[in-house]
């Protein structure tokens, strides 16, 4: 399908609530995303106003043989939301919250969690597990995971959520849960947008404590930082547990342990007790309002994301047991120039807390994210490709470990390398497929149906 094709009429365009835009502003922004790496134009954009728009576009997809992507935030790195010559649904238009409750709320996929963290705080409600970047969409996160510091306690975002709506592949609008045809709720968690469409869904909500008392623990080596790692994962005397590789101003890495516990006055965390057995060099204790904690890093991307720079990122899910001899030498490997400035996180989930087939993680009971979070300052094609390439040896090095990747980076796969990625999981993967989107036009930006 071409624009011409699309403004002559040669394919004439249902009727819709909401618009099908063709304007050159919306294509450049649908064809681009966070990473700034890959650029596939579409044809069209929709902005729906109705879910029916989104069942509209796909059974019209489905007759034509045009793939369609969804866009919520555009905050993929690699391509993952784009689709050559087809159809953009931006979710963004569809973001209502539609109820709050004491323990769950129910959302369009378009609601950016810092609008439904806002919203449900006003009730003394919060989302159990939150991502470091707050901007980002639910039906983006759902469809990749969503993993954050409470993640040591409450699993994936996809792991709190009771149901959700979908539009199939083929056109069907569907209520799915543990319940309800869960075959469909299973595969669309975490399901990389290859199966459904989520317009809505109903999440978890927990009560929500006012203050965030952080605790940032520093260490010489990953194998201190891991060790304290662990052993606070538990005890669990942290509700947020994250930690990242920081480089030192004469050169060298230093670790660093992130904690939080979560509290409301006159209920105050006890330092000593907080800090006993642990082993830092260095300890340093903030305290921020609990939103202002989850919203610490909105402004800086906000900031990033103006400068347009490519982050060829990477994301491995380790097992515990080759966890710091991987670190350590991925490290020692590491140069300023291969992270231009931006994070490396490494800290530990417990396998049990992650429930999601389709996410797929090592066969280990804790399971370390350890994550490059790459720059390239300034922007250079060559530079990108060079750590596409850094990124698929590490990758590599990773798989033959047992590790896995968490499907938001900049890795280089194959069809081939994704039937690996979801192992046991592929034959239900295709059978998904072929139930669910049996024509692929969902989401070719994750190419994993892709030859
Ligand atoms: C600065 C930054 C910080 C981040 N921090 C974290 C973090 O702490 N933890 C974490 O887990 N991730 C993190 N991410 C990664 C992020 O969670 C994923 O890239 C997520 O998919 C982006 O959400 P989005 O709304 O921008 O989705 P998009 O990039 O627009 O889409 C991502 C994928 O989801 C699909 N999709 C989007 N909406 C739907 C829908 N409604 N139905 C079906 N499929 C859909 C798209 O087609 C695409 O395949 C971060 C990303 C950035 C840029």
Redesign the pocket.
Same mark, same amino acid.
């Given at each position: 399908m071409t624009a011409t094709d699309a403004s002559t009429g040669a394919v004439r365009i249902p009727g819709l609530d909401g618009e099908l835009v063709v304007d050159p502003e919306a294509l450049r922004e649908a064809g681009a995303?966070?990473?700034q790496i890959v650029h596939r134009r579409p044809v069209a954009v929709l902005r729906p106003a109705s879910v029916r728009d989104i069942v509209t576009v796909v059974r019209f997809a489905n007759r034509h043989g045009i793939a369609v992507?969804?866009?919520?935030?555009?905050?993929?790195?690699y391509g993952?939301?784009q689709v050559r010559a087809g159809i953009v649904?931006d979710?963004r238009t569809l973001a209502t919250i539609h109820r709050i409750g004491p323990d769950s709320a129910v959302v369009d996929?378009?609601v950016?969690w810092t609008d439904l963290i806002r919203a449900s705080l006003a009730i003394g409600r919060t989302s159990p597990v939150?991502?470091?970047?707050i901007? #980002? !969409? =639910? *039906? @983006?996160? #759902? !469809? =990749? *995971? @969503?993993?954050?510091g409470a993640s040591s306690k409450h699993g994936?975002?996809v792991d709190t959520v009771r149901e959700l709506e979908?539009v199939t592949g083929d056109g069907r609008l569907v209520r799915c849960s543990e319940r309800d045809d869960r075959e469909l709720f299973r595969a669309?968690l975490g399901?990389?947008?290859q199966f459904?469409?989520?317009?809505r869904a109903t999440v978890g909500l927990v009560p929500a404590e006012t203050t965030a008392r952080t605790y940032r623990l520093s260490y010489p080596t990953v194998e201190a930082l891991t060790a304290d790692q662990r052993r606070v994962l538990a005890d669990g005397r942290f509700d947020y547990l994250e930690g990242q590789v920081v480089p030192l101003d004469g050169g060298g890495w230093s670790y660093l342990l992130e904690g939080a516990v979560y509290y409301t006055a006159p209920n105050q965390p006890h330092d000593p007790e907080v800090l006993a057995g642990l082993h830092p060099i260095d300890t340093e204790i903030v305290e921020l309002p609990y939103f202002d904690w989850l919203d610490r890093?909105t402004e800086i991307?906000d900031e990033?994301?103006a400068l347009r720079l490519p982050?060829p990122?990477i994301?491995l899910f380790l097992p515990d047991a080759g966890t710091d001899d991987y670190v350590a030498r991925a490290v020692a490997e590491l140069t300023p120039a291969d992270t231009g400035g931006g994070p490396v996180?490494l800290y530990p989930v417990p396998r049990a807390r992650l429930t999601r087939p389709f996410v797929r993680v090592p066969d280990s009971e804790t399971v370390f994210l350890f994550a490059v979070?790459r720059m390239v300052l300034p922007p250079d094609p060559a530079e990108v490709d060079r750590l596409l390439r850094v990124n698929r040896t590490l990758y590599e090095r990773a798989r033959d470990l047992g590790a896995t990747q968490?499907a938001?980076g900049a890795i280089p796969m194959t069809n081939r390398d994704w039937a690996r990625h979801f192992g046991e999981e592929w034959p239900a993967v295709e059978r998904a497929k072929a139930r669910f989107d049996p024509r692929r036009v969902?989401?070719p930006?994750?190419r994993i149906f892709e030859d």
């Open positions: 995303d966070y990473g992507s969804v866009r919520g935030q555009g905050h993929s790195v993952q939301a649904v979710s996929a378009g950016r939150n991502t470091d970047y901007g #980002l !969409s =639910v *039906g @983006g996160t #759902l !469809s =990749v *995971g @969503g993993i954050g994936l975002q979908v669309v399901g990389l947008g459904a469409i989520i317009v890093i991307v990033l994301t982050n990122w994301n996180l979070l968490y938001i969902l989401n930006g994750q």
